[in-house]
């Protein structure tokens, strides 16, 4: 979600909410780092927290320990975004491959070459993957995407898949993961902006 979400809110709110207003981007961890930050804050309504819904609603069932309680520490405001899950293709994955029962059929028969790529463990998109996994009887490796440079480019060679979000950048043209119509997986090398 990120910039391209938060900035936008913000000037929307500049004016109506407070005369001045500051985007912080505080990355890492899949989203703890930003939690973290604003519990830390004054508790004046001033800060306010815009994420993914994962280290709220996820984090506390699939972490032992954190070092934050969403019922406790926040108050939540409104919901921003909905967004679409999707799957992209990389540069590994058969051109062939245009459909999920296509992809299926090709992890299945190439179960060691059978990755997808995640922003963060325990995301909602992790757990996308995990289902995928479970409803088809396949097995899939994940694997956490690096920061942008050359490790994310020799991430994007490795993975021949890509759970992302609609909005992404980096998910280029895509199919909607949680829908029930066949839609084509698309062919996302070189899209990227990290890929240059």
């Not at 799957?87 to 491959?97: I, K, S, Y």
């Not at 299945?108 to 963060?120: E, I, R, V």
């Not at 995407?145 to 021949?160: D, E, I, Q």
Request: with cysteine.
């Amino acid at each position: 979600m990120g910039d391209h979400v938060a900035r936008p809110l913000a000037e929307k709110l500049r004016g109506k909410y407070a005369t001045s207003m500051v985007v912080e981007s505080k990355t890492g961890a899949g989203g703890r780092i930003a939690v973290e930050y604003v519990k830390r804050a004054a508790p004046d309504g001033l800060t306010i927290l815009q994420i993914p819904s994962s280290p709220m609603t996820l984090y506390p069932n699939t972490y032992r320990k954190l070092n934050y309680d969403p019922l406790a520490d926040f108050v939540p405001v409104t919901s921003t975004v909905n967004y679409a899950f999707v799957l992209t293709a990389g540069p590994g994955l058969p051109a062939e491959v245009k459909t999920v029962a296509d992809y299926v059929k090709w992890a299945k028969a190439h179960p060691s070459q059978a990755s997808y790529g995640l922003p963060a463990a325990g995301s909602a998109l992790h757990f996308v993957g995990m289902m995928l996994q479970k409803a088809s009887g396949t097995e899939l490796t994940s694997v956490i995407r690096p920061r942008p440079g050359r490790a994310m480019r020799a991430f994007w060679k490795s993975v021949v898949a890509r759970f992302g979000t609609r909005r992404d950048r980096t998910s280029c043209r895509a199919w909607r993961a949680a829908s029930s119509r066949r839609c084509p997986v698309r062919r996302a090398a070189a899209c990227s902006p990290s890929l240059g």
